[in-house]
């Protein structure tokens, strides 16, 4: 008897591998597709090569002044020269390192808390939202532990930008959790406060809360309290944010069973035990992507304070344009902010990305 | 023997059940919030009344009819500086829904484009729609006003060397100068004529659409509205003896004349706010576009509907129904957004009123109640439009 022998596998035919195969598909499938292939390299190419070629082929990198700008690219050495303001802000020189510890804990505590097998992690998160603010914010302040004092008109540059958008973020969380039980409480009153407070702040612009902060909350506290500039735009920033923050958890309230609910009815728990260990912890843990895109909102948004006189990132930036020295380089200071802003928020998004698929899986 | 409880013990427990019944703690509760928000409001109140008082500040809305004696760079209606501050207001909320509309025009135009670009199955299109999305989506607004205002707007030529288009465009530093139609006397009729084609398309529209429901026979509605659209005016143009022309900008002096002039402010905010935008929308689009299932596609085909018949019966009224409601939440962020205009100076509602208006009376809490109050209503109005939308809209279920 004889035994079945299948024929080896032929190779495909040669336009449907490879890179020519890759290219028929993917670009030249039709003629209309090809002709958008052809237009659409016609369009980019060429800019495409000028950018690059103005960013860092003719680019002057070295240089103390603008007389070092002598060719067509990109004159690097203005960016360069502005560096240390654009990260500390007018934070004094000698007192820098202090920025430089917070940056630096910073970045452990965001690796240790990303990173999947930390031991401990809950109580890692609880130290950072709660104890590690308060830590920082002695260390940039001063006038504690022998530390010099350093005034917050000081701060500014990455630096500030940074303060912004974790103290909004961070403060705003608690009151957008109150917030939100608020807003699907069963008593009407709290019902319906939580819920006009939380349409108003969404209604409005950004820039007309920070206005409000600056000129309104000195009228309506008595003249003995000192309200700083950034005190009022942080006040500013976290009721316009903790309102965001309140709809985002909602939307995780909204999405825990019911089943969970009457589990935490039936073991006769009282509400908030029921909340604190049964409901809030889910809830929090599947609007961590949210959270993680409000951050982003929010991170841009900060860029606003500089209507109100901060000078945060942005604001450093387009003060150092206004330089008679460096007149005319406005493009490459806007391009390394836009590039620095550009790393923070894409790469959370991709995180933000990566923690939905990640938690989608488990259902 | 049972211990027979004391009167005392039972008043305690009946103390106690009353301390434990859900209701009477959620009456308690609630009378102390109320309590609370009385007390801040009153204390902020009070304190507002106060140092109101301390610096002279008298309250009330008597600011509006007082003259403002600032000029305003560009309003839609007639201003100058003997008008009141009232009046500030009212040009200043038009610049503002000016610079909205125009926004969401464009960039729903370009998220839609964008959207459906990044769905292409032409690998470069895709990629180059991704790159733009992630690019932009990713700076903040502010950064991208400022750099369209003053590194790109603010490196164009002077007037003298404008950029010109057929001597009819105009492009320099001090704006883009348009040829402006003139109304000669039979206009009115050429404008009447283009509402009645507008409204006879609408019309057939409707009319087409219940006969394809009975009948199933479906009608050209949008070439024949595209065409009486434009031919209808064009035909009462000629009859009355082309009564509109164009005036045209021209160099006089330092400046061109005549024409419409778009200010350098409005460009930079319209094409900050529309490409920001624009970048959602298209995230947007794409989400509700990947919603509708694979199989609506297939059982649309498998009816032998055409591709284009498949779209636009099947695929993009379902698409709708998912992109709509974050649409308009993109369109509320828009005309929000356009209130960054006073960072570089555009006259909308804040800069004008909250910014120029709030320095020359020093009346803060009117002016910013005011304005506050100008995007709540936006806000509101918008999403009880939105909620009747959808509810039409919605999937109605057995």
Known sequence: MSVHQFKPDQTPPDMSVGFVGWMKKNLFSSWINSFFTLLILYLVIPPLAAA???????????????DACTSDGACWVFVIDRFSQLIYGFYPTEERWRVNIVFITFLLLIAALIYEKTPHKPKLAIFSLVIYPIIVFFLLLGDAFGLVKVETHQWGGLMLTLVLAIVGIVAALPIGILLALGRRSHMPIVRSFSTIYIEFWRAVPLITVLFMA???????????????????????????????????????LQAIPKGQYEAGEALSLSYWQSMGLIILPQALKITIPSIVNTFIALFKDTSLVLVIGLFDLLAIGQSALADPEWLGFSTEMYVFIAFVFWVFCFSMSRYSIYLEKKLHTGH | MAAHPSSKDNSANNLRKIWFDPNVRALVFQIIVVIGVIGFFFYIISNALFNLEQRGITTGFGFMNQTAGFGIIQSLIE????????????????NTLLISALGIIFATIIGFVMGVARLSNNWLISKVATVYIETLRNIPLLLQIFFWYFAVLRALPSPRQSVSLGEAVFLNVRGLYLPSPVMEAGSSFVVIAFFIAVIGSIVLAKWAKRRQMLTGQPFPVLAVSAASIVLLPLIVFFIMGMPIGLEYPALKGFNFQGGVVVIPELAALLVALSFYTAAFIAEIVRSGILAVSKGQSEAAESLGLTRTQALKLVIIPQAMRVIIPPLTSQYLNLTKNSSLATAIGYPDLVSV??????????????????????????????????????????????
Do not use: C
């Open chain 1, 52 to 66: 690059i070629e103005w960013l860092f082929i003719n680019a002057d990198w070295i240089g103390e002044s603008r």
């Open chain 1, 214 to 252: 600056s000129v309104m909350l000195p009228l309506f506290v008595g003249s003995e309290v000192d309200f700083n500039k950034l005190l009022r735009a942080m006040i500013g920033i976290i009721m316009f944010q903790s309102a965001y923050m309140a709809e985002v958890i909602r939307g995780g």
């Open chain 2, 79 to 94: 201003y100058d500086e003997s008008h009141t501050f009232g009046r500030t207001f009212i040009v200043g909320l038009l």
């Open chain 2, 353 to 398: 009123f909250m910014g120029t208006t709030l320095n020359q009376t020093g009346q803060a809490i009117e002016v910013i109640a005011l304005t506050m109050a100008v995007y709540l209503t936006i806000s509101i109005s918008t999403s009880i439009l939105m909620n009747i939308y959808n509810k039409k809209m919605a999937l109605v279920e057995r």
